[in-house]
Structures are given as structure tokens and as C-alpha cells.
């Protein structure tokens, strides 16, 4: 019996299964690039999803999209509670192996179509599949809101939010598999930690982060099971909130989340490789926030509607690229009708300018002679904004 254990051995280690995470078998190759799943507002177009693989390749019919539920006042606790059945044997991976999923929405009473905002913005490599979602309001933000979705993959426009554990593995249906305890629903006899038996354990696990929120209801501590878990405000609800075990747990000290993705082609479970935030502004211009966001390179980032469908830049790129365009010269301020912008070798693809209320009053796409033409503002504070491929940076000019 030696001899076959030994080739089984070596087939394992040669599909780079060989490893485990927290008693799930663990491979290379397919990757989380992009969630919106908890977006500002209810419209069920506002989601995005966005999974990175090989280039051009078919997608396997057993690649799974999952959340695992770990909020503790939900009656699915430690349970697998949606699942997107992300191939059918036709589908690939785009020619940057990105493939997103975007959802729109027809109101089955009026005929009223809400298109998604972020198709027209995908970068023409990726590919993207269209959910076509009907139902009785688009921002009723529930599933009881949506009658048909086509394709029927599991997806209807609103996945499960904090707190939950995404994973994306390969293996048979997930359909309410429990990974903590024998059955959903009883509290605290779940220990927070993926169980050594169950349909789990001939999963195939590609990729997984989670968020847990600070709602902590019913006594129940918040729990998360993925290999990367962050923490809303950890230093003050630690107590409340569980990881599995092996899991690397990060406190994220602001408000809860509206965007989770991984940093360039990164593929391990530090804030080197993921970065998180809460958002502003409305789909498809989100903005991360000033204090909000991890790592500290994407604080008031403004770049993402630059890169859906697309690999997102990494702390490095920004930190750099950023420092760059804080080195530019913006003369004269005050200014009378133009203002002349200086100072970088970098390409300036575009300048705004909003008043401090937030309404921008002026874009434009091209320069003359470096400057921008202010003539017609009135007189008073501005903020211009100066974008350059998926960094930004504002600064505040008066107009006299």
C-alpha cells in the first residue's frame, strides 16, 4: 500500500493542493480581484463583483463564488448562506483574466430599465457578464425585490454583506454547507473555528476575506473564516469578534466597508496584499475615504472608476504616483480667468473643478498651454481636482 499512498501523495502536491487552510484543502490560481457588495444605497444595480484568473481560459463549472454567514444575530450562523455558480463551460476569463459581474434591473410594473454604472467603464479586456434582474423596485435593496435574474447563477444583485466570510472555491454545489457546527442556529455552541469534517473539507479553496462588523447582537460574537479577516474597530470589540484558526486578523478602525479588493497581482493575506475602505460620492465615481480605508496609500483614493474590469493598483504604485502629482505647481492662486498647472512628467488626463459644495462646475480633458480656462466662474473657493490614470489629487484655489 505504499507505493500507491506515495503517488497519491505526489499527484496532490503536483495540483498544488498539498496545503490546508483551517481543514480546507487550499489552491493556486484563481483569485477575489474586486467586491462591491456593499454598496452607498439600496439600488440593486450597485454591486460588482470581479474574480481574476488565467487569461483567456475557461471558466470551470465548479468555481464558486460563496459568503459564509458569521453575523451573530443570523439564523445561518457559520453557514454557507448564497453561492454564484461563476462557469458553465463556455464562459472564459477576459484576455487580462478578469471576469466581472454587473447587474441590471427592469421594473416589472413600468418597463423602467436601471442600467448598471459600471459596463460602459470596463476595460474592453475583461470579461463581463450581465445579470438581467426584474422585479417590483430597484431600491428596495432585497431579494424580495427581484422575481427573475437571467442567468440564474445565484446572483440576484444583492449578496450577503457583514458579517460574512467570501470564499472562492471548487467543489460540488455549496448550498448551505455548514463549516461551524453540525447545524445552523445554535450560537455559542459554535467554537468560530472551521470544523476538521464535513462537505467542506473536499473543497478546493482559492481565495477568501471577511469582514465582521461591530453589531454585535444577542450576545453572539461576530465570526469570520476566511484566511484574511478584518475587523471593524478590533482594539475596542475584540472580545466579540472571531477569527478561524490560521486566519490572519486585521483591525480596520472606521466605518463599515464598501470596497474589498486585492492589490495588484498580490496573493497573500496582509494589508500588502488587500485593500479595504468605506466610500463617498455615487456609483460609478466612488471615492475612499479620507480616514476609512487601509492601507494608508488609498486614503481619498479616487481612481477605482479607472480600473473596473481591470487589476487594482498597489500601495506601492499609489504612493509613489501620488507623490508625484502633490509635487505639482498650480499658479496663480488666486487666479483671474486661468489657472496654469506645473511640475510632473506624468500624463494629466483630465482636471475638475467643484465648488465647495461638491457640484463640479467644470471638466476638461485637455489643457492650453498647461492651463485651465477660468473665465467663467464667479468669483469664490473652488476645489480642483487633477486626475492622472487611477490617482487624483485636490487642491483649493480661489477665483477672484
Same mark, same amino acid.
Given at each position: ?69 458569521g453575523d451573530g444575530n443570523a439564523s445561518n ?56 434582474l426584474t422585479g417590483n423596485n430597484v431600491t ?176 506601492e504604485t499609489l504612493s509613489t504616483e501620488q ?42 480633458? #485637455? ?7 477660468? #473665465? ?25
Amino acid at each position: 500500500m505504499k507505493q500507491p499512498l506515495l503517488f497519491a501523495l505526489l499527484l496532490v502536491t503536483a495540483m498544488g493542493f498539498a496545503q490546508t487552510f483551517s481543514n480546507i484543502p487550499t489552491g493556486t490560481g484563481y483569485y477575489i480581484n474586486k467586491l462591491i457588495v456593499s454598496p452607498n444605497g439600496s439600488d440593486l444595480t450597485k454591486e460588482l463583483i470581479e474574480v481574476r484568473g488565467p487569461a483567456n481560459q475557461v471558466i470551470p463549472d465548479d468555481l464558486w463564488l460563496l459568503v459564509i454567514d458569521g453575523d451573530g444575530n443570523a439564523s445561518n450562523y457559520g453557514k454557507v448562506t448564497q453561492e454564484i455558480q461563476l462557469g458553465d463551460g463556455t464562459r472564459t476569463f477576459g484576455a487580462n483574466g478578469i471576469f466581472a459581474i454587473v447587474c441590471n434591473y427592469t421594473d416589472e410594473n413600468t418597463n423602467e430599465v436601471t442600467m448598471n454604472p459600471y459596463s460602459a467603464l470596463m476595460d474592453p479586456d475583461a470579461t463581463v457578464l450581465t445579470i438581467e434582474l426584474t422585479g417590483n423596485n430597484v431600491t428596495g435593496g432585497s431579494s424580495s425585490n427581484v422575481s427573475s435574474q437571467t442567468p440564474d447563477i445565484g446572483y440576484n444583485g444583492n449578496f450577503a454583506d457583514a458579517s460574512g466570510s467570501y470564499m472562492l472555491i471548487r467543489g460540488t454545489d455549496p448550498d448551505g454547507v455548514a463549516v461551524d457546527g453540525p447545524e445552523s442556529g445554535e450560537g455559542l455552541a459554535f467554537d468560530g473555528n472551521i470544523d476538521a469534517t464535513g462537505d467542506h473539507t473536499s473543497w478546493i479553496l482559492y481565495d477568501s476575506v471577511a469582514y465582521l462588523d461591530d453589531d454585535v447582537e444577542n450576545g453572539l460574537p461576530e465570526r469570520g473564516y476566511a484566511q484574511v479577516v478584518f475587523a471593524q474597530d478590533m482594539a475596542v470589540n475584540g472580545a466579540d469578534q472571531t477569527a478561524t484558526a490560521g486566519a490572519t486578523v486585521i483591525d480596520f478602525p472606521g466605518s463599515d466597508p464598501h470596497i474589498i479588493m486585492r492589490q495588484g497581482t498580490n496573493t497573500g493575506y496582509t494589508t500588502s496584499d488587500w485593500a479595504i475602505g468605506d466610500t463617498s460620492g455615487s456609483a460609478p465615481d466612488w471615492e475612499l475615504d479620507d480616514e476609512d480605508a487601509l492601507p494608508a496609500a488609498f486614503l481619498g483614493w479616487a481612481g477605482i472608476n479607472t480600473v473596473y474590469g481591470a487589476l487594482n493598483p498597489t500601495a506601492e504604485t499609489l504612493s509613489t504616483e501620488q507623490f508625484n502629482l502633490n509635487t505639482l505647481s498650480v499658479y496663480p492662486n488666486p487666479a483671474d480667468d486661468h489657472i496654469t498647472i506645473k511640475g510632473t512628467d506624468q500624463t494629466i488626463d483630465s482636471v475638475e473643478i467643484f465648488s465647495i459644495l461638491g457640484k463640479r462646475v467644470l471638466k476638461t480633458t #485637455s489643457l492650453m498651454n498647461d492651463a485651465v480656462d477660468v #473665465s467663467e466662474l464667479t468669483s469664490g473657493v473652488y476645489l480642483l481636482k487633477i486626475n492622472s490614470g487611477v490617482n487624483s489629487v485636490t487642491k483649493r484655489i480661489i477665483i477672484e
